[in-house]
């Protein structure tokens, strides 16, 4: 048998290995359920999913920025879940297990392919698929977008860096075709340019390793301008999806307005140094880190230095050690769209961040051992027993963070546990517990939530539905009106605050609270719905068609919006529109008795009409 059969066998036995850790460690999420975090609006809540591929909602998807994102590539993998598994949890998590595996075997086929080494790439590949910090982005089914569009990271590297090799055009447009598909997917891969250049410098060799003091000569050659000039569509690419980032999460960044931009920078420096600990030792991982209201000086400035540091010597010793100065710059800038300078959300830093730029560190780490082991007496059987137990302490540890995931509770529990004055963990566990029934405990959860941040308006407004479920109405008012009182562009407080007024049978206040959040977030189904269903009552029939057709853009599947839509068509004796909405709710919901009922009548009418 030849050295190329070998390599065969011996990448395929690899491929294989690294497919059976990521399941051996993940199986267990085929019993995991939805979280009350995000897979609401993701999947459960989210009535597009079910429609399916149809033209208007691949055209919605592509124009939306529904749940503040822009991903459409990512909600036609969800589709295609909902299509298969409907709201079975299972099915949901076995496709991000399954692109997780397929992540852990590409990056090492990327590595060995370019590197021309197997058992390190074997080693890089196997770090990143049974790191316990990882496994935020796979178990968790509303982290699709960061599994997915790390496929597509990775073969838009594999494509560029076989173009560079071979010089084909074709190998060349497949990596900005990936590179839109992963842009498409989550739009934190617009670092991939300068990875780009990185890679020319190693594992490609594009530019001379051996330059010296020469560097400064060598930027300012054709060569390396014509290297520029190939990143130019990845750059307008990424730059175009940053401009659509910044408008479509612009709700999000709001948040901004809280955090000086000397605290953020603080964040950010200590941001760095916390992922390179919880690297090397994955300990407290949660689902949520809040946002800190102090951060000491000295960490900050610690941090700071570590960070000078290590850039410094990776920048002196580029030559020596070209693995450490691209390792190095490869974490440092995938992490800079999320690193929090520009605030995105509540959170201080996020476990999914470290998905790609982790994989920096494993290169750093595991081609310095080898390096460091290489030509020595037993250094194969040293280094071998490293790895293997590197390997089975980060696999028990990944495996005991997985179970974590099992359910809500589950999940909010360990990380209440694992971080400090958690108010979203809180409000978490809240609601498990009011879908359980537990309603006293849920307050309670709720009013911890809020002494820990008086200012985070989620709290009151969870507390305002629970007593406005149970007829407590003016509670639950105080409650909605302290939650405007801090955050007043709040919608969902606007909403419920309506809909506690419209019970009260208070529809001129309703209806001021349902136009504002209609104002905040013009493509609200709920706002819409209300505010419609409250201008009608009102006798306002032209205006509730209106904003019922704009709910149902959003929610097309909602059974009770068709029907009232229906009875406001018809009783302006429009009994085509009225009939087919009457009839599409009857689909959606087959025991539906009032709509056919109203079907019914309003056939009679058109029928009545039509006689001369």
Not at 47 to 54: A, Q
Not at 131 to 157: D, G, M, Q, Y
Not at 240 to 260: D, E, H, P, R
Not at 407 to 434: P, Q, V, W
Request: glycine share 4%; aromatic share 12%.
């Amino acid at each position: 048998m030849n050295l190329k059969n070998n390599d065969v066998i011996s990448k395929t036995g690899i491929s294989i290995l690294l497919a059976v850790a990521v399941l051996a460690i993940y199986w267990q999420v085929v019993n995991y359920s939805f979280i009350l975090f995000d897979d609401e609006d993701y999947v459960l809540l989210n009535s597009r999913l079910r429609i399916g591929f149809t033209f208007e909602n691949i055209y919605w998807f592509l124009t939306s920025s529904y749940a503040a994102n822009w991903h459409p590539v990512t909600w036609f993998s969800h589709i295609l879940d909902v299509k298969l598994f409907g709201l079975n949890a299972m099915g949901h998590h076995l496709t991000s297990v399954v692109l997780h595996g397929a992540n852990s075997i590409l990056l090492f086929l990327f590595l060995q392919r370019f590197t021309g080494s197997i058992w390190r790439s074997a080693a890089v590949a196997a770090l990143f698929a049974i790191h316990p910090l990882n496994v935020e982005s796979v178990a968790w089914i509303s982290e699709r977008k960061n599994v997915l569009s790390t496929l597509f990271w990775l073969l838009t590297l594999y494509f560029y860096a076989s173009y560079a090799k071979q010089k084909s055009k074709t190998f060349y447009i497949f990596a900005i075709f990936t590179f839109i598909l992963g842009l498409m997917s989550k739009q934190m891969l617009v670092s991939i340019p300068f990875v780009l250049l990185l890679l020319d410098y190693w594992p490609l060799h594009r530019i001379p390793i051996n330059i010296g003091t020469k560097l400064s000569r060598h930027l300012k050659s054709s060569e390396f301008r014509s290297l520029l000039l190939e990143k130019v569509p990845f750059l307008i690419l990424a730059a175009s999806v940053s401009v659509i980032t910044v408008v479509s999460q612009q709700k999000a960044m709001n948040s901004l307005l809280g955090y000086s931009l000397t605290k953020r920078f603080a964040n950010a420096a200590t941001s760095y140094t916390q992922y390179l600990r919880k690297t090397f030792w994955p300990n407290d991982l949660g689902v949520f880190y809040p946002f800190p209201e102090s951060i000491p000086l000295w960490e900050a400035i610690a941090s700071t230095a570590v960070l000078i540091v290590v850039t410094s010597a990776a920048l002196k010793l580029r030559a020596r050690y070209p693995v450490l100065f691209v390792g190095w710059l490869w974490y440092l800038i995938t992490l800079v769209p999320v690193i929090g300078i520009v605030k995105i959300g509540l959170q201080s830093m996020a476990d999914r961040y470290a998905y790609i730029p982790s994989i920096g560190i494993f290169i750093i780490v595991v081609w310095s051992l080898a390096d460091l082991f290489h030509n020595r007496p037993r250094s194969k059987l040293v280094l071998s027993c490293i790895t293997g137990l590197c390997i089975i302490l980060l696999s028990v540890n990944a495996w005991l963070q997985t179970s974590y995931w099992k359910d809500t509770m589950t999940l909010f529990t360990h990380t209440l546990a694992s971080t400090k004055d958690n108010y979203i963990a809180l409000c978490a566990i809240g609601r498990e517990l009011e879908t359980q029934g537990k309603y006293n405990e849920a307050l309670q959860k709720f009013d911890e939530a809020i002494v820990v941040a008086p200012w985070y308006d989620s709290a009151q407004t969870h507390q305002g539905i629970m007593l406005m479920k149970r007829g407590m109405f003016e509670a639950a008012i105080i409650k909605f009106n302290k939650a405007l009182a801090q955050n007043p562009t709040s919608v969902p407080a606007h909403i419920n605050l309506g809909i506690v007024m419209a019970l009260q049978d208070r529809p001129e206040e309703a209806i001021q609270h349902f136009q504002i959040a209609v104002k905040l977030e013009p493509r609200s189904a709920a706002a819409n719905y209300n505010l419609a269903f409250t201008l009608y009552k009102l006798g306002k029939p032209d205006e509730a068609i209106s904003h019922y057709a704009i709910a149902l853009a959003t929610d097309p599947i909602d059974h009770e919006c068709h029907n009232n839509l229906g009875i406001a068509l018809a009783g302006q004796e429009r009994y085509n529109e009225a009939i087919r909405h009457f009839k599409e709710a009857l689909r959606i919901k087959p025991d539906f008795l009032d709509a056919g009922n109203n079907l019914e009548l309003a056939l009679q009418k058109q029928r009545a009409a039509s006689r001369p």
